[in-house]
DNA sequence: CTGAAAGCGCTAACAA
DNA sequence: TTGTTAGCGCTTTCAG
C-alpha cells in the first residue's frame, strides 16, 4: 500500500506538500497540486486515517453504545444519529450492551481507547451511573440518549409526565383497575420513571396504584408469565381492565399472551405501550402508544454532542470571558426534553361490564 | 492524559517493560508487573488504540455497511454481527448507504482509510458492482451480507428458489391472479432475484408471469399509489388475488394501503412477504412470509470475515502449500445459503370467488 | 510556495 | 527479564 512518501516522490516533492496538497489544496501551487494528484491517483493512495488521528487533536470518530438494535426504538435512534452527523465527516464506532452494566463499562472503556471524540450513551441507569461523572470530570464530550437525568447532558422526553398522561387516557376511558407492566424495574430508569408517572395519574384520579407487574425481558416462556399471573388474578377477583406496558414490544408481546390466552384486546382488556414503534400503527387494532420521537432523540443528541465537540476546540485559550461558546456549552449539559404525544389506537377502549363478577 | 512514557517514570522502567506488561504479562517479573500495574492505576492510563494500530498489523476494526437501520432486517443482521464478534476483541465501523451507490463508494473508502481488518457489506446490486471486484483485487477481507452473488464470497438464502417456493404455495391455495410488489427493483439484486423466483413458479404452474408493480420506497405517497394502481386494475377486471411483496416491510405498507381501500386481507386479496421479520407474526391476521435467518446471516458473515482475517494472517509465508487454511479461504470466497422457511400466516388464504365478475 | 524535521503513542526487534 | 531504538503514516511548525 503506497504511503505518503511513495507519493511525495513520484510527485517529485516532499511528503509535507503531498500533505498540504491533500488537505489545504489552495495552499499548494496549482500545477504542483496537479502533479501531487496524479501521482496519488496511479499509485491508489489511499490516506491512513491512523497516522492523521495519531498526530491530530481528533479522529473524527463518535462512540456510540446502545442496550440492543432489537428493539426498533434504538434502531431508530441510531438512524437518526446517522442522519445528523452524515457530511461532517465523522464515523460511528457502535457497541451493544444487552443492559448489562459490566458491557457498558467495558464499552467505554473501548470507545475510549479508540480516542473517539465524543460519547453518545443509552445506559441501564444513568442517575446511579458513575460512569457519567467520571466521563464528565474527565472532560469527555457525552450526550445521554433516552436517559432522562434532569441534570445531566442527555436528550429525552419527560418520561414520568408521558407515562402520567398515557394512564391518564386510560382512566378517562373508564378504567380504575389498571396495571402496569415492566422488564426488569431495577434494569431501567426509564421504566422507573415511567412507573413514577403512573402511580401520579393514579393517585391524581383518587385510585391506588398497583405494583408493578415485571416480566424478564431475557425469559424466553414470557408468554407463559403473563397467562399465569392473569390467571392468578382472575382468581383473586381483580383481574385488570387495562395494562400499561412499559415498551411497545413488551406491549407486542403481552397481547399475544393475552390472545393465547383467549382474551380479546381492547374487548376484555385494554394496552397501552410507550415508544411510538412504527409497526404499532399497522396491526390491527392499531396499538395505542405513547409516542417519543425516536429519530429526533438520535438526531438532536448527536447534534448536541457536535456543538460540544466544536465548542470544545473553540474554547480554547477563551478562558477569561463566558463567550457564546460558553454559554452554548451550558446548555448541553442539560437535558433536553423532546415533547411526546399520545397515540390513541384500538388497543385501548372502555372497559369491559364485569356486574356479574363483582358483585 | 498520560501516556505510556508517564507509566514507565512512575513505575521505574522502560516503556517497552510498560508495553509488555501490558500486553503479555507473563514477559515480566511479577514485582515488575505490578509496580506497572499500580502506576498505570494511579495515572489512569488509558492506551491509546492508534497508537498501536498504527504500529501494528491490525486494527481489530471491522467495517459494516448496511442500507438502513429502518428495516429490521438489517438490524437483525446487524445483531447477530455483533453477536459474533462479542468476546473476540473486535470492534464495528458502521455506515448506512440508504441504498445509494455513491455512498456505497465514499463508505468503503472511509472505511478502508481507517483500515479496518475487513469489511461486511450488504450492496445494492452485488452483481454489478465493480467495488467487490476491486476489493478483491486488494486483497481486502470482505464478506458480502444478503446479496446472492454466487460466485462472491457472501452469506444469504436463495433469493430466487425462496420466492419461487412462496409463490408456488400462493398457487397452491388456489391463486392465478399472483402479481408481485417491489420496490425500484434496479435498486436491489435481491428484489431481481425474487422476480425471478416468482416467474420460475408461474411458469412451473403454467400460467404467466405478470410485470412486477413498482412502488418508490421514498415516496411518502405509497398509500395513494397502491390504490390508484388497484383501482386501474379492477376497471380493467384484472385485479389480482394475491400480491407477493417483496420484503415485509413493503407488505405493510401495501396491506395498510389495501385496509384504507376497503379490502379485506386475506378474505378479497392475499399478501406473502419476503423476511420473517419477527412483527410479522404479531400482527392479526399474521404475515405469511418467507423467512430468512437475518441474525444468522450476519452472524455467519462475521464468523467467515474473521475466519479470513486470521487465515490471511496465518497464510504468510505460506506460499508453497495448498495449506488447510488455503482451502478453508477458498470456501470463504464462495457464497454460503443459508436455509430459508416459509413461514403460513393468516393473510394467506384462498382466492375470493369471483364468478359474476368475470362472466 | 515548499522542505526539513520533530514528533503523536505504541510495538518489536535486538542487545544486554 | 529489561532497555534501547527504530519506526508505523501523518501533520505541522519553522525556515527558506
Known sequence: MADIRDVAQRAGCSIATVSRALNSPQLVRPETLARVQAAAAELKFRPNALGRQLRGERTGLIGVMLPTLGNPVFADCLEGIEAAIDGTGHRLLLVTTQYDPERERN???????????????????????????????????????YNDAPLRPCVSVDNRAAAAQGVAMLIEAGHRDIVMVTGALHASDRAKRRYLGY?????????????????????????????????????????????????????????????????????????LGFDGLAVGELLSPTLATVVQPSVDIGRHAAQRLLAQIDG????????????????????????????????????????????????
Chains 1, 2 share one sequence.
Open 107 to 145: 464499552a467505554i472503556e473501548t470507545l475510549l481507547q479508540q480516542r473517539v471524540d465524543g460519547l453518545l450513551l443509552t445506559l441501564a441507569d444513568a442517575e446511579h451511573s458513575a460512569l457519567v461523572d467520571d466521563l464528565s470530570a474527565e472532560g469527555v464530550a457525552c450526550q445521554l440518549v
Open 199 to 271: 402511580g401520579d395519574a393514579m393517585r391524581a384520579a383518587g385510585l391506588t396504584p398497583l405494583p408493578a407487574f415485571e416480566i424478564d425481558f431475557n425469559s424466553g416462556a414470557r408468554g407463559e408469565r403473563v397467562r399465569e399471573w392473569l390467571a392468578q388474578r382472575e382468581r383473586d377477583g381483580a383481574r385488570p381492565t387495562a395494562l400499561f406496558c412499559s415498551n411497545d414490544l413488551l406491549a407486542l408481546g403481552v397481547m399475544r399472551a393475552l390472545r393465547e390466552a383467549g382474551l380479546r384486546v381492547p374487548d376484555d382488556i385494554s394496552v
Open 312 to 359: 470544545r476546540a473553540g474554547a480554547v485559550g477563551a478562558v477569561g470571558a463566558a463567550s457564546a461558546a460558553g454559554m452554548r456549552d451550558a446548555a448541553l449539559g442539560q437535558a433536553l426534553i423532546l415533547p411526546h404525544e399520545i397515540r390513541r389506537g384500538g388497543t385501548v377502549a372502555a372497559p369491559p361490564r364485569r356486574a356479574a363478577v363483582r358483585g
